[in-house]
């Protein structure tokens, strides 16, 4: 019959439509990196990357951001170590000038020959003379200081056999400094006087006046005690 040849290939059709049907239907979602925009630090593409999830993490946090507030490290390199080369020493200060040359030299000390009556040398007082005698060699640079020194540092009346004498012997005197002015010098001492008399007091005042001239050429001398001139403290004696 020929109603069911049609019937078989009526089913026949209708089977390759709906096979035709399927393969035309929606299609399939496409993979993720052609239908999205790639991310910064994983593809989704990529089988490794969606295996291990550790490895997007890991890459996320590879770079650390700066925390609002604080200021980013400064980029100025390391210090150098100190060199080990020694510093250099400082230059060494040349003393200051004196004004003086040192010298080595006798020093000139007057002392007085009592009752010569200025033949031996200059008279002073009751007829005596001043006589100039020298030391042995001696360093100085200031004549006047050493000078007057070693007059006021003798403690004997006699000087030798010479038949001198010293009448500051028992005074107890210092020098404390001189001054050269023009063809003046001042000197200035300090402690007591200690004389015998009367006529010790020209003797004192002249001894140290022309010991004070020769070790400094001068013509004139002023000779001052505790401050005061020698004329106001002899003068109470």
Not at 135 to 144: C, L
Not at 214 to 231: C, E, K, L, Y
């Amino acid at each position: 019959m020929a109603r069911p040849r049609h019937t078989v290939l009526g089913v026949l059709g209708l089977s390759g439509l709906i096979v035709l049907t399927g393969c035309f239907g929606p299609p399939a979602p496409g993979p993720t990196n052609s239908s999205a925009a790639p991310s910064p630090t994983v593809s989704s593409a990529s089988p490794s990357t969606t295996a291990s999830p550790t490895t997007s993490a890991t890459t996320t946090s590879a770079t650390p951001t700066t925390p609002a507030g604080t200021s980013a490290a400064p980029t100025t390199p390391a210090a150098m170590p100190p060199s080990s080369a020694p510093a250099s020493p400082p230059p060494t200060q040349e003393p200051a000038p004196t004004g003086l040359p040192e010298q080595v030299g006798p020093l000139t000390v007057y002392y007085v020959a009592v009752g010569d009556n200025g033949v031996s040398g200059p008279k002073i007082g009751c007829g005596d003379s001043l006589v100039a005698t020298t030391t042995a060699p001696v360093r100085f640079t200031d004549q006047v200081g050493p000078s007057v020194g070693t007059l006021l540092a003798n403690k004997k009346r006699d000087v030798g056999l010479s038949g001198l004498i010293n009448v500051l012997y028992q005074s107890n005197l210092t020098y404390l400094g001189g001054e050269l002015d023009g063809s003046t010098i001042s000197i200035w001492l300090s402690g007591q006087f200690m004389l015998g008399g009367v006529c010790d007091i020209p003797r004192a005042k002249a001894q140290l006046e022309y010991t004070a001239m020769a070790a400094s050429g001068a013509t004139s001398a002023q000779v001052f005690v505790n401050g005061r001139p020698i004329d106001e403290v002899l003068s109470l004696k």
